[in-house]
């Protein structure tokens, strides 16, 4: 079984573009989650997705968006990109929706802004 | 405030030998706890869950202690091989889908 993929692998923008990343959940999965982990830092929770819809989203500013499709995949946009927003981004999925729902890790878009 | 926090952030071991990495969470009515293993490059792998019923889990050479009274949590690896070599983040299952993530702990194995 295929797990969750993600790509462009990496991705180098310039201050002030935007950055759109994509990730495609495990087959049969429905929750998308993405985390930023910048480096020296932890993973920092940015978004989550179920059924088409965004449930929850952590302390980001509104600059950093995602939707889901109807296939489940998802994509993240970073507008208005910073120096900051360098970092890996990564995407998890789950089966479900509820808090004890194991959620699988992709390989990650490693983001560089210059 | 949501913190889940290791309290040793590197841990080197000799080949062979029984790991432990330890974790502190500070949410006591979490009730849903993971441990990854991130390579270099690669995103993090589910090693083990464990949910707030139970005390400890058993896996293939790796157990996950809870103990809920001190909010803390261990991850225990026996037999340390030289592929076990990553960063380990235990994290705590919060409310809205969010998971909570320690800082990490970097184990090196020395063949």
């Known amino acids: 079984e295929a797990g969750v993929t993600q790509s462009p692998t990496h991705l180098i923008k310039t201050r002030g573009q935007q950055a759109t990343l994509r990730c495609s959940p495990i087959?049969?999965?429905?929750?998308v989650y993405w985390y930023q982990q910048a480096l020296g830092l932890g993973l920092q929770f940015l978004l989550w997705?179920?059924?088409?819809?965004?449930?929850n989203r952590g302390n980001f500013p509104p600059r950093f968006s995602g939707r889901q499709f109807p296939n489940y995949s998802s994509e993240l946009n970073v507008n208005a990109l910073l120096l900051g927003d360098s970092a890996l981004y990564l995407c998890?999925?789950?089966?479900?929706?509820?808090?004890?729902?194991?959620?699988?890790f992709g390989p990650g878009t490693r983001l560089l802004v210059l | 405030g949501e913190s889940v926090g290791l309290h040793l952030p590197t841990l080197s071991v000799q080949e062979g030998d029984n790991s432990i990495i330890n974790c502190a969470y500070s949410n006591s009515a979490s009730d849903y706890f993971i441990w990854y293993k991130q390579e270099s490059g690669k995103g993090p792998q589910f090693i083990i869950d464990i949910r707030s019923n139970m005390d400890k889990r058993q896996g293939q050479r790796v157990t996950v202690l809870l103990n809920k009274t001190v909010k803390h949590l261990s991850l225990q690896i026996a037999a340390t091989q030289p592929g076990d070599s990553a960063v380990y983040f235990c994290a705590e299952a919060y409310q809205g889908g969010k998971l909570i993530f320690g800082q990490g702990t970097e184990l090196s194995v020395k063949p």
């Open positions: 997705y179920d059924e088409g819809e965004e449930r």
């Open positions: 087959s049969g999965h429905t929750s």
């Open positions: 998890a999925s789950s089966l479900g929706q509820g808090s004890q729902e194991t959620q699988y």
